[in-house]
Structures are given as C-alpha cells and as structure tokens.
C-alpha cells in the first residue's frame, strides 16, 4: 500500500548512513522539506571517507578532514546543523555489535520519531548494473536493528543505562534507495536545494552528476504524480500518538 500523500514532519528525525554524500544522493529534498516544516534533524556518518579516492598520492587522512567540512556545507544548504561523525575505516564497515551499541547511544540521545537510512536488503541494482555498496548494507542494518529491538529494549546494552539513556520508541524507520518503496515524497519545491547540497562535496561530484540525479527523481515522481520525487520504503513499527491521521502507513 503506498502512502504517497502523507508528508509526515515529525520533531526529530535521525538519518544514518555509510559515507558524506549518501543524504544528498537519496534524501537531500526530503531532509529540505522536514527542516523547512519545523523538524530537528540530525545526520550521522558512520565511516570516515577515506576511501573517497583511488589516487595513489592522496593523503587520507586529509581526505577525510576535507570530506567532513564537505559534508557539514551540504547539511547546511538543507538545514541541518547537528552532524555526528563515527570514523569508522571506509570501505569495510561490518554491522557489528559495538556499531549497533554507538547508534542506539544516540538513538536514545535524540529519540527521534523517524529513523532514516539506507534499505539493508538491496544486494543488487533492479537493473543489474550495480553493486550496493556494503558499508551501506552494514550501516543500514545496524541503524534497523538499533531501531529495534535495541533503542527500546531495557534489558539490551544495560550499560547505555548507566548513562542516563532510558529505552526510546521509534516510530517509523524510512529505508532509502530501497526496491520496494512504499513512500514518494515530492520534492519539486526542495530540489534546487538537493542538487546544491549535492554539490557542496566537490571531492566526488560535478555538476554531471546532476542529469542522472533529476532523471532518477522524476522517474520515482512518475510513479506517484509529481514532478520530482524521493521514494522510500517505510516501516512502522511503533505507533506515534502525535502522528496526523493517515501517517501512520498502514
Ligand atoms: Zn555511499
């Protein structure tokens, strides 16, 4: 069932993903549009980026430094400020336990309504042509699984308890580049905005990239009637009572 008419804005939304750039690729309008309508939302980057580059004289470690300033521009143009980066090494992100732990730390710091991040299930492109990247696999699925059970659960990572961190339920979990989107959210309005923040990470992207981007968009924004559109899949997996009627997704 697509909920495509729904734009839920809620008070806090939490995105996570592998590597700078990933927002701004998938989400950038929609991020636009949840800012613009009052919502708080934080970005976290799980790895360090420095795998940005097959130069053999790049300095990575200075890569890494440029691709963070690159990053916190892009969350800028969109209305973001709040930009968590974990460093994990780029390129070989596994969805380990310590990985799950630090996001459900922050899960239950901003207790936001909606979890953000890329679908864990995509192996494969539909159109064969390509290969997820599994930092976004790894990041996606410890973001899912910090979402539930873990940032709800009392009994598991006892130790966040010590921390003051008490149990958070979150709402909905939106997937990003999934194959089975359940969510268009139209971004005609936003999508100057999107493409401007996709910019701002100059190490990786020109304006070429822009064609193929506003191709893919007004592709998914075909499928639900608007001129450019965002997909998601949409999971709901906890009722919010501040949700207007008919966001709930079901
Ligand atoms: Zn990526």
């Keep these: 069932m697509t909920e495509q ?6 008070e806090r939304v939490l995105v996570v993903v592998a590597h700078a750039d990933d927002i701004e690729f998938g989400m950038g309008g929609t991020v636009a549009r949840w800012t613009d309508a009052g919502t708080q939302v934080t970005y976290c980057i799980v790895t360090d980026n420095s795998a940005g580059s097959n130069h053999p004289d790049t300095d990575l470690e200075e890569l890494t430094q440029i691709r963070y300033q690159e990053q916190l521009a892009a969350a800028k143009v969109v209305g973001v400020e709040d930009v968590r980066f974990l460093g994990y090494p780029d390129g070989t992100l ?3 336990l310590d990985l799950r732990r630090e996001l459900t730390r922050l899960i239950r710091q901003i207790r936001p309504q909606i979890v953000a991040t890329m679908d864990p299930t995509v192996v494969f492109s539909s159109t064969n042509d390509y290969i997820n990247h599994p930092d976004h696999r790894a990041a996606g699925e410890a973001a899912v699984y910090a979402a539930f059970p873990s940032a709800e659960s009392r009994p598991i990572f006892r130790e966040l308890l010590s921390e003051g961190l008490e149990p958070h339920r979150v709402s909905k979990v939106y997937l990003n580049f999934s194959l089975q989107p359940t969510l268009h959210v ?4 936003t999508w100057q905005r999107k ?7 100059k190490s990786q992207v020109g304006e070429d990239v822009l064609k193929f981007i506003r191709e893919w968009d007004e592709r998914a924004g075909r499928e ?4 450019l559109a965002e997909s998601f899949r949409v999971l709901s997996i906890n009722r919010d009572d501040h949700a207007p009627d008919g966001a709930e997704g079901r």
């Design 5 to 10: 008419n729904d734009f839920y804005a809620p």
């Design 94 to 96: 596994q969805h380990t």
């Design 186 to 189: 139209d971004v005609s309005e």
């Design 195 to 201: 493409a401007d923040a996709l910019l701002c990470h």
């Design 224 to 227: 639900a009637g608007f001129a």
